[in-house]
């Protein structure tokens, strides 16, 4: 038995709630343990860039710990303690809900999983009485699923919201296995009265339990999803691509490809080396850790910032 957990940021038992409810409940029957949490209904403060749980972690004084004393530890639990997290959005401006990205910004740094490998390994090797070391939790090999729900007609409208919501799952190093987007979930058409869409979640859920009952790493997170998408790491189809060249960009895991024309369409190719640095995998999140670990050291103060700050401290007050 494993625990599936669900993330709504939609409207009380509007689309959102209902799709994750439904996936859970196939879970559920499975005999899986399910907990389902609305992060709205929770205080959950936004992050205000003090950095505090970055250099509590590189210091070796906390394990992330954020100056915010709210309910976001609620959350955390549950998503530490689950081994599959299902998170579901509604569309807000092409995008997901402003709420859903303060709980990103809060799993940020504090809960990646390379800064804290990283921090783990250091303070055993520094050794000495009443080591501080992470939740071993923040370790569990975990997947997830996302799901957006948008009420315009067109899919156009929903373009950015899967894509972004791929950082809620980065951080914690979540292997995604399935995304999906209901668009058209106008008012007046609540999901209850769409059986193609119900009969989504269900497939949903048949992939959270198969992937659940694998018995290898890699059939556990093998990518289940419905379309294969242009990336071949993520599955999605989001690139940035640089005028007057080939080169394009993956949003969601930082790579980069080519661009070629075959027979009329184009394909992309990442080489095997780039897809090994996307940020979804342990070494591109150590990319980035090494980076920040090295600028925190190398960067260089700006001397008299005080006195240089002074002409813009009242500007358009
Ligand atoms: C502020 C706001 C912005 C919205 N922007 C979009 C949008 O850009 N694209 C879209 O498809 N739907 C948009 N919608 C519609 C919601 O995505 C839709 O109501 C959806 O059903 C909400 O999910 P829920 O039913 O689970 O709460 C917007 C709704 C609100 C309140």
Redesign the pocket.
């Known amino acids: 038995m494993s625990k599936v957990l669900a993330l709504?940021f939609?409207?009380k038992m509007?689309?959102?709630?209902?799709?994750l409810k439904e996936v859970l409940l196939k879970c559920q029957e499975a005999g899986h343990e399910i907990k389902f949490l609305r992060p709205d209904d929770l205080d959950i403060k936004p992050c205000t860039g003090c950095c505090g749980c970055v250099v509590g972690i590189m210091s070796g004084r906390t394990n992330g710990t954020c100056i915010h004393k709210d309910d976001f530890h609620i959350v955390e639990d549950a998503y530490y303690d689950a081994d599959c997290v299902l998170i579901?959005s509604?569309?807000?401006?092409?995008?997901p809900s402003g709420t859903f990205k303060t709980f990103c910004d809060r799993m940020g740094p504090s809960h990646d999983i390379s800064f804290l490998t990283e921090a783990k390994k250091e303070r055993l090797a520094r050794g000495g009485e009443n080591v501080l070391l992470p939740d071993e939790r923040a370790f569990k090999p975990r997947i997830g699923c996302l799901v957006a729900?948008?009420?315009?007609r067109?899919e156009n409208?929903?373009i950015m919201t899967i894509p972004i919501m791929y950082e809620s799952m980065m951080s914690a190093g979540v292997d995604v296995i399935d995304t999906h987007v209901y668009?058209?979930?106008?008012?007046v058409q609540?999901?209850l009265g769409v059986p193609e869409e119900m009969a989504r979640a269900d497939r949903m859920a048949e992939n959270v339990i198969a992937a659940l009952a694998a018995k290898t790493d890699e059939e556990r997170t093998k990518w289940r999803g419905e379309s294969e998408g242009a990336c071949p790491v993520c599955h999605q189809s989001m690139f940035r691509v640089h005028p007057g060249s080939d080169r394009v960009e993956c949003v969601i895991c930082g790579i980069e490809g080519k661009v070629l024309m075959k027979a009329g369409s184009f394909h992309y190719e990442f080489s095997e080396s780039e897809q090994a640095r996307s940020r979804l995998t342990y070494a591109g999140k150590l990319e980035h850790r090494n980076e920040i670990a090295d600028g925190a050291m190398t960067q260089k103060k700006v001397e008299n910032l005080k006195a240089l700050k002074e002409k813009y401290l009242h500007v358009g007050e």
């Open positions: 709504s939609g409207r509007s689309n959102t709630d209902v799709f579901g509604p569309v807000y401006e092409t995008s729900v948008g009420g315009a067109t409208w929903t668009y058209g979930a106008m008012n609540h999901i």
